[in-house]
């Protein structure tokens, strides 16, 4: 009920507590609004921050479409997604930030600078497993485009998300298969065939890079869109017995 209370309403309350239960109740009561305010202090500055990296990511996804074939405009772009990097370390939005300058950079072939901010991408501590692979795939993406074959194998290493283990071993075996490491790439592009079988979804360029590497993956069905109901199915059973 007190946060409904005015001031003057609360001052007079404290007042009479401290008339009634003396100097301990006052203690009491100070410990208590240290300890109220303060949280409350916390929480309203966490959702000003929140707010500020909200509008500061924003304005650089705006920004990101408004640097192709303007070095000026992108390098203002890197600096306010390194601004937000700094004002807001570990967040979401800084993680984000640092792909889509990625992304714009990898665009323009410029690959040596996408390496360096998804590697500064992958030191965040973010707790988002899907964002930290997807970062750690397209680093490893970065680095093969620069012929970094090494360094693509070990960043692929760190991908352990059961979700990304196809896509992470379909582009080791991309990798392995530039280093002539025929075998390497099978095995990696057969690992990567059974994670989609477990899945059921097909992926046709794996299987044409299959098939040139002479190998016949097991076919995939994919679920239809469409499921049955059963008196569907019922009828369908129906028409086919007669």
């Given at each position: 009920m007190s946060e409904y209370l005015s001031d003057e309403e609360q001052i007079e309350r404290l007042k009479k507590l401290i008339k009634t239960y003396g100097g301990a109740a006052l203690t009491g009561v100070l410990l208590a609004l240290i300890a109220f305010f303060g949280w409350r202090y916390w929480e309203n500055r966490q959702d000003v921050?929140?707010?500020?990296?909200?509008?500061?990511?924003?304005?650089?996804?705006?920004?990101?479409?408004?640097?192709?074939?303007?070095?000026?405009?992108?390098?203002?772009?890197?600096?306010?997604?390194?601004?937000?990097v700094k004002s807001d370390p570990n967040s979401v939005f800084s993680l984000q930030a640092l792909l889509l300058q990625a992304k714009v950079t990898g665009s323009q072939g410029e690959w040596a600078s996408a390496e360096k901010a998804l590697a500064q991408a992958t030191t965040l501590k973010v707790k988002d497993d899907g964002l930290i692979a997807i970062t750690w795939i397209r680093l490893a993406r970065a680095q093969f485009a620069q012929n970094k074959f090494d360094a693509a194998i070990a960043s692929l290493n760190n991908v352990t998300d059961p979700a990304f283990v196809a896509t992470r071993d379909e582009l080791r075996g991309d990798v392995l298969l530039q280093k002539n490491d025929q075998a390497g790439a099978k095995k990696a592009y057969e690992s990567a065939w059974t994670a989609l079988v477990k899945r059921q979804q097909s992926r046709e360029l794996l299987k044409v890079k299959m098939n040139a590497l002479g190998?016949?993956?097991?076919?995939?069905?994919?679920?239809?869109?469409?499921?049955?109901?059963?008196s569907e199915t019922t009828n369908i059973e129906n028409g086919a017995a007669s």
């Open positions: 921050e929140r707010f500020q990296a909200i509008n500061q990511y924003q304005s650089i996804v705006d920004d990101s479409a408004k640097v192709e074939g303007d070095k000026a405009a992108q390098s203002r772009f890197i600096s306010n997604v390194q601004a937000l190998l016949t993956p097991e076919e995939i069905k994919e679920p239809s869109p469409i499921r049955d109901t059963p």
